[in-house]
């Protein structure tokens, strides 16, 4: 399985985005899919995942601002991102398959290669 993230861009604080995640060579519409960010100078951190529309976990830094929706028949996961700010700023990466990725450790078997997203105030 691939995935393609797009729809990263420049935004003043307040705007909107619209990010893609397109997955191809396989099938991810029953599993995990999320989103990550990589800020500059902080941790990778875990925006939003879930299985569905209605089961999906938000972290409290996006909560009520971000919203994961999916197209299972196109293998799409978007990210609605809305109110952004300056520290919305990063890299973000797209996320797919909750499995033990080695010996007593879970993670994502998929990444994109990530969408770059920047926030002007």
């Known amino acids: 399985v691939q995935l393609q993230a797009s729809g990263g861009g420049l935004v003043q604080a307040g705007g909107s985005l619209r990010l893609s995640c397109t997955a191809s060579g396989g099938s991810v519409s029953r599993d995990v899919m999320g989103w990550y960010r990589q800020a500059p100078g902080k941790q990778r951190e875990l925006l939003a995942a879930?299985?569905?529309?209605?089961?999906?976990n938000y972290a409290d830094s996006v909560k009520g601002r971000f919203t994961i929706s999916r197209d299972n028949a196109e293998n799409t996961m978007f990210l609605q991102m809305n109110s952004l700010r300056p520290e919305d700023t990063g890299v973000y990466y797209c996320v797919a398959v909750w499995t033990d990725v080695a010996p007593g450790r879970y993670g994502f078997k998929y990444w994109g290669q990530g969408t770059l997203v920047t926030v002007s105030s």
């Open positions: 879930g299985t569905t529309d209605a089961l999906t």
